[in-house]
């Protein structure tokens, strides 16, 4: 019996897989330095969209750091698993230009849900700023990856065109950083940064893909209706974008800041900054003030020295200049020196403040703790400390060096105010006072009793010199304020301050003190 003869025939090989084609080198370099930095412009802007809702404080910068890195990280993961399973060069085209209307969708949203979200606690904090930045960041973040993969053709220079492409895209970062703190942001609003940067990461993918067709007919995915409605929806994004609220007057390098008239006086104006209310001026009668931690100054201003007599005054802190006017008012020839780190701010009260340089009222635009260091020992009679960030006095300026520079300026006798900020569970007021305690031999607290006694979020008020302090006539002069307020001094100050840190250049957790947890 025979066998049956054997198939020999066998299965022909399935054709290669042509590899994709790799980009050209400057092309490559290109896309990772611009995708790499557009994210870092992103996540710098994203700081300003959100802080006129949530605020400017450490909680809400670490957000805005950490859904960036999150973006980055899921985005190179997502662009990297991508790149493996399809073809790189159909996907580039159509992730800048998604990643361009994320970027523009982002004003619109995050003005939107801004108003809802207004003074939100953690979670609505995180958000917005996740509205802010992570789905155009995480697009931008999955170019990289693509490129890498194109660029990959040959093994042997793996490492070479691996970390080639990675020290492009950490200097597109750094670049950008740069820029766009340096240059962008004090010379642009954030408007039109957002917009200028969704239509150059657009720009680009458009250009990308129709070149990469020219190239290789295969390159470009999907119909002509794919490309319709992306335009639609660029457009869209766009005009909400041109017509989504603004809650500022103006965006300087460091506030978003209005100006508001008030209701009830028609020479009022009100001050908001990042939407919080922060100083209040008559431009008629400079000596009338509304805030009550404005009274609790005038009131200790007004024990330095005979009425009338001038003094000599450095305000650490400009805002809506509210103090310089009245000691102008009230004591004629006064000296005011202001310290205000925000030179946008300072022109925006020279237009709309009737605030005026001159013999007595010179401006100077800086930090506050740097500029304090280059006066004289012993030249001031008053130091007034009303400098914030957003709702925080800065850490550099709570500490007790900073409380020493401010000793050391003044003369015998001299006296320092301190407006500060606190929550209940008041630590970081009662760290701020022992801080000045450590300096200053004389020092009193004033507060409204429910503050006082944690059960609202206030100002309060530091007075402190070398010399015994006029206790009893400042006691009948805040009693005789609208608002009940209370002294504290001696021995019921240091019970209030118990055995709290003092703060220091080395250690000032001030956005933890201020936090409820």
């Known amino acids: 019996m025979t066998s049956p003869p054997s198939d020999t025939r066998t299965d022909p090989a399935p054709a290669p897989v042509e590899a994709p084609q790799p980009l050209p080198g400057g092309l490559a370099a290109f896309l990772v330095f611009l995708s790499s930095g557009a994210v870092l412009v992103l996540e710098t802007v994203s700081l300003r969209l959100v802080g006129p809702y949530v605020g400017i404080t450490l909680q809400v910068t670490s957000s805005v750091i950490g859904l960036a890195l999150a973006a980055i990280a899921y985005g190179a993961w997502t662009g990297g698993w991508l790149a493996d399973r399809?073809?790189?060069?159909?996907?580039?085209?159509?992730?800048?230009?998604?990643?361009?209307?994320?970027?523009?969708?982002?004003?619109?949203?995050?003005?939107?849900?801004?108003?809802?979200?207004?003074?939100?606690?953690?979670?609505?904090?995180?958000?917005?700023?996740?509205?802010?930045?992570?789905?155009?960041?995480?697009?931008?973040?999955?170019?990289?990856?693509?490129?890498?993969?194109?660029?990959?053709?040959?093994?042997?220079?793996?490492?070479?065109?691996?970390?080639?492409?990675?020290?492009?895209?950490?200097?597109?970062?750094?670049?950008?950083?740069?820029?766009?703190?340096?240059?962008?942001?004090?010379?642009?609003?954030?408007?039109v940064i957002m917009v200028a940067l969704a239509v150059v990461i657009g720009g680009t993918g458009l250009a990308l893909g129709r070149y990469l067709y020219l190239r290789d007919r295969t390159a470009l995915p999907g119909?002509?209706?794919?490309?319709?409605?992306?335009?639609?929806?660029?457009?869209?994004?766009?005009?909400?974008?041109?017509?989504?609220?603004?809650?500022?007057d103006v965006e300087t390098a460091y506030h978003c800041a209005k100006v508001q008239a008030d209701s009830e006086r028609p020479s009022g104006r009100l001050l908001l900054l990042n939407s919080a209310h922060h100083s209040f001026v008559d431009l008629a009668d400079p000596t009338y003030l509304r805030f009550g931690y404005t009274q609790w100054i005038g009131v200790a201003a007004d024990q330095m020295a005979p009425p009338g007599q001038p003094l000599s005054a450095v305000h650490l802190g400009g805002g809506g200049f509210t103090m310089p006017r009245y000691l102008t008012a009230t004591r004629p020839g006064s000296e005011n020196l202001v310290y205000e780190i925000d030179g946008g701010l300072v022109e925006l009260a020279r237009r709309k403040l009737d605030v005026r340089d001159g013999p007595q009222l010179q401006v100077a635009v800086g930090d506050a703790r740097v500029l304090l260091a280059g006066l004289p020992d012993g030249e001031r009679d008053l130091v007034v400390g009303d400098a914030f960030g957003h709702l925080a006095v800065p850490w550099h300026l709570a500490t007790r060096q900073?409380?020493?520079?401010?000793?050391?300026?003044?003369?015998?006798?001299?006296?320092?105010?301190?407006?500060?900020?606190?929550?209940?569970?008041?630590?970081?007021?009662?760290?701020?006072?022992?801080?000045?305690?450590?300096?200053?031999?004389?020092?009193?607290?004033?507060?409204?009793?429910?503050?006082?006694?944690?059960?609202?979020?206030?100002?309060?008020?530091?007075?402190?010199?070398?010399?015994?302090?006029?206790?009893?006539?400042l006691d009948r002069r805040l009693a005789g304020l609208a608002e009940p307020v209370q002294l504290l001094s001696g021995a019921g100050l240091s019970d209030f301050v118990g055995d709290i840190l003092v703060l220091t250049d080395d250690y000032a957790p001030v956005d933890q003190l201020l936090s409820p947890s």
């Open 86 to 191: 399809r073809n790189p060069r159909r996907m580039l085209a159509p992730a800048l230009i998604l990643a361009a209307i994320a970027t523009a969708v982002t004003l619109p949203l995050v003005r939107y849900a801004g108003e809802v979200l207004r003074g939100a606690a953690a979670p609505g904090t995180l958000l917005l700023t996740g509205l802010a930045v992570f789905v155009p960041a995480a697009l931008l973040s999955s170019i990289t990856p693509m490129v890498v993969k194109l660029q990959l053709g040959d093994l042997k220079r793996t490492g070479q065109v691996v970390g080639r492409l990675s020290s492009i895209g950490t200097l597109g970062g750094i670049t950008a950083t740069l820029g766009t703190g340096f240059v962008l942001v004090a010379t642009l609003p954030s408007t």
């Open 223 to 248: 119909p002509a209706r794919t490309k319709t409605v992306l335009a639609v929806v660029g457009l869209g994004a766009a005009m909400l974008s041109a017509v989504a609220p603004t809650p500022c």
């Open 402 to 473: 900073m409380a020493a520079e401010v000793r050391r300026v003044l003369r015998p006798g001299g006296l320092y105010v301190q407006n500060v900020i606190d929550y209940p569970g008041l630590r970081f007021i009662r760290a701020q006072v022992a801080t000045v305690a450590a300096e200053f031999d004389h020092v009193a607290l004033v507060a409204p009793p429910a503050a006082l006694a944690g059960e609202q979020a206030s100002n309060f008020l530091i007075v402190a010199s070398d010399a015994p302090l006029p206790l009893t006539e």
